[in-house]
């Protein structure tokens, strides 16, 4: 049996429900993913993407940067995230001056935490001023 040059304790990404996981890495690659059995959550238990569903992190197409292009006709290229963050909120500034706030509408997703999916939707009614919110429960 492959042995792990770490284990790493964290939460799996896959909904908001908070089960806890091992991560095995060797050769800083997850190759073992097991339920935390220490816990009140999910008492070692996993579901089938929970278990399984962790070839993305090592995808060689997995986006790492904030992609922007200059213009429509121009290729997509890495951004530093201040300047993607600064673009975003114009544009959101932009859209809510012009056409009002109900013209923008957030979806939140079963793949964020409840306190990330709180967060969005506090921001659309206190910030942006919308309370066209709605939620993917789809996995």
């Avoid at 939140?108 to 919308?130: D, H, P």
Wanted: proline share 4%.
């Amino acid at each position: 049996m492959l042995q792990a040059d770490r284990v790493v304790h964290t939460t799996c990404p896959y909904c908001g429900v908070g089960c806890q996981v091992d991560l095995h890495i060797r050769d800083e690659h997850i190759f073992r993913v097991e339920g935390r059995f220490d816990n009140r959550v999910n008492f070692g238990q996993l579901c089938v993407k929970g278990r399984f569903g962790y070839d993305y992190v090592h995808a060689p197409d997995r986006l790492r940067h904030p992609l922007m292009r200059a213009s429509r006709s121009e290729d997509f290229a890495p951004v530093p995230w201040d300047k993607a963050l600064d673009v975003v909120a114009g544009r959101l500034r932009e859209i809510r001056e012009r056409y009002g706030p109900r013209s923008i509408a957030f979806l939140t997703s079963a793949k964020c935490t409840n306190e990330e999916n709180y967060l969005l939707q506090k921001f659309a009614r206190a910030v942006i001023g919308t309370n066209t919110v709605d939620h993917c429960a789809r996995l």
